[in-house]
């Protein structure tokens, strides 16, 4: 985004943006044209869309995605309800009319087309809406119901310095040559408990979902434990593992698309996962725990008989949720569950996710990158580099200085649709090193912009160890606790 930036303006190039990232639409755009079904419904500078939004659907849209404050149990997001309509279902007057709070009988669904119309303030501000001026958009949102935050009990999984190393050809394409070992995972430690949900976070190449997959027994670990509820299952391949263990540790994945089958109904699918995991005793008893596991997503009885394709993203995905739990998982590793769905579905099926969780004391962990929806639903946070836990803590520890340097730089990188914001910035200079080829000492050393207040070039040489700089938080660096006492917040409200 920085590169394309500096070159529309270095050459005066116009850039058309196309985005569902409202944070990346502010950082990069001057001006805004919202769509929705089809046609544009509102366009204007971008402090005038963000600010004094004059369509329902923008500020449905907002309302959708979790800002800075947002919590999922005192300030839950506020799905937008029903569905996106499809070109050949689009109803009659607003397309937006089935989904708007302010829709008007006889006003909003007459067969006259609405035009865009001009706002009196802001320039070449437009609407395409029938009642923009009779709005109180200064109105408080009718506070969504508060949802009681479930207790959390039990230590379910215990990870205690595990490792996972892979042996790959020096030359992966002729083979032959030495053999190099790629260290993915390195002394990983951590906890999560009985309705707890922990975000993974890191980027590509951190080792979050190489971790997924030895949790899962997709590959088996090459030292140290996984305890799942005390009994060790790091060395067990899944198809090694008792029913019920693969039933307890179940993962959404990140595509609905991929995970299911194009030629099989939806009932049907769920019904196979049922076999799988030996529950129910006939077929009739399978039918009937189908039919709950869909209203537990709340989708519509019915979509037992639709095939995949007749479903939306969203939908899809409740599916590939209705799945994970078809054999009452106690863990879910859910894979960036919801960033290849729309914004406007993200919030319902993340509240999902949080509903199940509280009625079924899920320990949820939620592997992502997206540091917005994990400030959101998290209680605690483990940010990963290079196979490294590098920061663990609970939510409010990790995004409140001190950070671990990687956190810091992070945090920076979060776009945040409030123009009220104000960020620290930080561009990560290069690339992940290979984890075939780390560098010596701390391993985010060749990307570090704290590392000169180390002296004696410790980060250079030396593995920071983990330390507790409070109850819980721990930071794998080098750092004085005097620096980290002066870290001052990455992100803060301009009024602050
Ligand atoms: S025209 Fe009516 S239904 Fe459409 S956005 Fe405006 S108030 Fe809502
Ligand atoms: S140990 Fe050094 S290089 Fe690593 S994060 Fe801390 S300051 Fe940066």
């Not at 009739?284 to 709950?292: C, F």
């Not at 990963?384 to 663990?392: A, I, K, P, Q, S």
């Not at 992940?432 to 040489?461: E, H, Y």
Request: proline share 5%; glycine share 8%.
């Amino acid at each position: 985004v920085e590169l394309v930036k500096d070159l529309g303006k270095k050459y005066g190039t116009s850039m058309l943006f196309i985005s569902h990232n409202l944070g990346l639409v502010l950082e990069t755009c001057d001006r805004i044209c919202v769509m929705y079904s089809g046609e544009a419904v509102e366009t204007g500078r971008i402090e005038d869309v963000f600010d004094k939004m004059q369509h329902p659907y923008t500020q449905a849209l907002f309302r959708s995605i979790p800002l800075p404050g947002a919590n999922k149990n005192s300030r839950p997001l506020v799905a937008i309800p029903g569905n996106f309509p499809l070109p050949h279902e689009r109803p009659k007057g607003c397309n937006f009319g089935p989904r708007c709070d302010y829709f008007e009988e006889g006003r909003c669904n007459s067969n006259k087309a609405i035009p865009m119309a001009h706002v009196e303030h802001g320039d070449r501000h437009e609407s395409r809406c029938l009642k923009f001026a009779e709005i109180d958009w200064d109105a408080p949102l009718i506070a969504a119901e508060k949802k009681e935050k479930g207790a959390i009990g039990e230590v379910v999984l215990k990870i205690d310095n595990l490792k996972k190393y892979y042996e790959v050809a020096a030359n992966a394409i002729f083979g032959g040559g030495n053999k190099k070992v790629v260290k993915a995972n390195e002394t990983l430690s951590f906890e999560a408990r009985e309705s707890e949900t922990l975000a993974i976070v890191g980027e590509s190449g951190c080792g979050k979902s190489t971790f997924a997959k030895v949790l899962m027994g997709l590959e088996t670990a090459t030292d140290g434990e996984i305890l799942l509820d005390n009994k060790a299952v790091q060395n067990t391949a899944i198809e090694d593992r008792d029913t019920k263990t693969v039933a307890d540790v179940q993962m959404v994945f990140q595509n609905p698309f991929d995970t299911l089958n194009p030629s099989m109904t939806i009932g049907r699918q769920i019904i196979r996962a049922l076999e799988i995991f030996k529950v129910g005793n006939s077929e009739a008893e399978r039918r009937t725990r189908m039919l709950e596991l869909l209203d537990l997503v709340k989708l519509p009885r019915e979509f037992a008989d639709r095939m995949p394709r007749q479903l939306s993203g969203g939908q899809k995905q409740r599916v590939g949720i209705a799945r994970a739990f078809a054999g009452d998982a106690r863990i879910v590793v859910a894979d960036e569950p919801v960033s290849a769905l729309d914004v406007s579905v993200q919030a319902a099926v993340t509240d999902l996710l949080m509903d199940i969780q509280r009625e079924h004391k899920t320990t949820l962990l939620f592997i992502s990158h997206d540091l917005s929806i994990v400030r959101y639903l998290s209680d605690r946070v483990m940010v990963m580099y290079l196979g490294h836990v590098v920061e663990l803590g609970t939510t409010d520890q990790v995004f409140s200085p001190p950070y671990h340097p990687y956190t810091e730089a992070l945090l920076s990188a979060v776009p945040i649709a409030d123009t009220s914001v104000i960020k620290k910035h930080i561009v990560l200079e290069g690339d992940i090193p290979s984890a075939m080829n780390p560098p010596p000492g701390c391993p985010f050393q060749t990307r570090c912009g704290w590392k000169s207040k180390v002296s004696g070039g410790l980060c250079d040489t030396e593995m920071p160890p983990v330390r507790e700089i409070a109850e819980g938080h721990q930071v794998k660096c080098h750092l004085s606790d005097e620096e980290f006492a002066g870290m001052e917040a990455v992100i803060k409200i301009a009024a602050e």
